[in-house]
């Protein structure tokens, strides 16, 4: 376990600035710098694209590429604490930051959640305490272990080992001749062959975990996906029994403490018909499923982000209001009829009770680009909902 010690913490000062670094210059980035900001930090990021969400935010901006050793030695010095806002960075870099800055979460929990094989069989291990195992899989590397799959694994889905997201670099397949058209496809990268299996509904759990140990556990959030992207988030989950929800946040806090893990991590579950739990995958950082803990939370997931990686004290997660989360896809800024660009009709959001509008500074939408999102609040889940429900039918979205 990471030693404690609070006088480590790196508390927010003015003479000099305290700064806290974060890797890549995405929405979650853009959020974070918002919410270390309003704490009184300053916040640099370190992106190649200078025109990005969090660049725009940010007190100073690298504009670098993951790997360019000079800029990541220049934001390490820069920076007490550095931490990420995308899975995929390179763990080298991270490492190569840890020879200045604290860096959270650090480069071996990262690198886990980067590669589908190591964490399935990370959550294989953890199952004997958390009690809840990934879905059944085969590695994919080669011709040979396509003969040699199951019947039992079919029908599956084929996904990639590394650099998924959102859905992309994943296949449907019923035949190992289907699985092997489809590695073709994905260049024999290594894959994963899993399972299909009968969803009842999803779940995502937040967790918090400081450089002392200690760790906290948001709500059970409920999820729905569309063509493989967050469509929305609902909390409390209508589906989520007590008893699961107190399975999934156990396993949560288990999967996190075996880690070792300092930040903000996300672990998504599927429940299946029978009730019982599956683990899907985990992002080392917080997650679009967490985003209405900024509008329906005593500490957002940004806040929260910002304090493990400070080593300060972690918020509380108690939800004071029922939440509705809905994705904004670059979709919206086309019309239905003839694909012409429009600008949604925010105005008309906005007067919506209990909405908050994010939206991420991103001015080029393109179909399925994830360019904000909006929260409902209210003081029951059935108002939040009518009120998303009527966002929807506004915005021209199948509710
Ligand atoms: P993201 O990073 O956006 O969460 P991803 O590209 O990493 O997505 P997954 O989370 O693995 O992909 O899968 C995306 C969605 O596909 C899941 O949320 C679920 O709806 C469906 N799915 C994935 N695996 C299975 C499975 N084994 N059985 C049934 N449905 C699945
Ligand atoms: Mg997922």
């Not at 004997?128 to 694994?153: N, T, Y």
């Not at 991590?265 to 992002?283: Q, T, Y």
């Not at 086309?334 to 600008?343: C, G, L, N, S, V």
């Not at 929260?375 to 009527?390: D, G, H, I, K, P």
Request: overall charge negative.
């Amino acid at each position: 376990m990471t030693q404690s010690d609070p006088s480590d913490s790196f508390v927010p000062a003015a003479h000099p600035s305290t700064w806290l670094g974060v890797m890549g210059g995405g929405q979650l980035g853009r959020m974070f710098v918002h919410a270390a900001q309003a704490m009184g930090f300053k916040v640099a990021v370190l992106e190649p694209i200078a025109d990005c969400p969090a660049g725009h935010a940010a007190d100073h901006l690298h504009v670098a590429g993951y790997t360019d050793a000079h800029a990541l030695a220049a934001l390490g010095q820069q920076c007490v604490a550095v931490t990420t806002e995308f899975e995929n960075v390179p763990a080298q870099s991270l490492s190569q930051l840890a020879q200045h800055a604290f860096v959270a979460p650090a480069a071996a929990a990262v690198s886990v959640a980067q590669d589908r094989m190591a964490e399935k069989t990370f959550f294989t291990r953890c199952a004997e305490r958390s009690g809840v195992m990934p879905a059944p899989h085969q590695m994919i590397s080669s011709q040979a272990d396509i003969d040699a799959l199951p019947d039992d694994l079919f029908p599956g889905i084929l996904k990639t080992a590394r650099m998924g997201y959102d859905g992309k670099g994943q296949a449907r397949v019923r035949s190992r001749a289907e699985v092997s058209a489809a590695f073709a496809q994905m260049q024999h990268v290594p894959c994963v062959l899993e399972k299909m299996l009968p969803l009842a509904y999803e779940i995502s759990v937040l967790a918090v975990r400081g450089a002392d140990g200690e760790a906290v556990v948001y709500p059970i959030a409920e999820n729905v996906h569309r063509g493989g992207i967050l469509f929305s988030t609902t909390v409390p989950g209508p589906n989520v029994t007590p008893d699961c929800a107190a399975q999934a946040q156990a396993a949560t806090l288990q999967i996190i403490a075996q880690l070792d893990y300092v930040g903000v991590l996300c672990v998504e579950f599927f429940v299946l018909s029978d009730g019982s739990l599956v683990v899907n995958e985990m992002a080392p950082r917080p997650h679009n499923s967490g985003h209405y803990t900024i509008d329906a939370c005593v500490t957002s997931q940004f806040a929260q982000q910002a304090r493990a990686m400070a080593k300060l004290p972690l918020g509380d997660v108690r939800q004071h209001s029922p939440a509705v989360m809905l994705n904004l896809l670059g979709d919206l800024w086309f019309k239905a009829e003839d694909d012409q660009p429009r600008e949604p009709a925010w105005e008309k959001l906005l007067a919506l009770p209990g909405a908050n509008l994010h939206l991420y500074g991103k001015d080029d939408p393109r179909r399925g680009r994830k360019m904000g999102h909006v929260t409902f609040v209210a003081s029951t889940l059935a108002e939040a909902q009518q009120n998303c429900a009527a966002a929807c039918h506004l915005l021209g979205i199948t509710a």
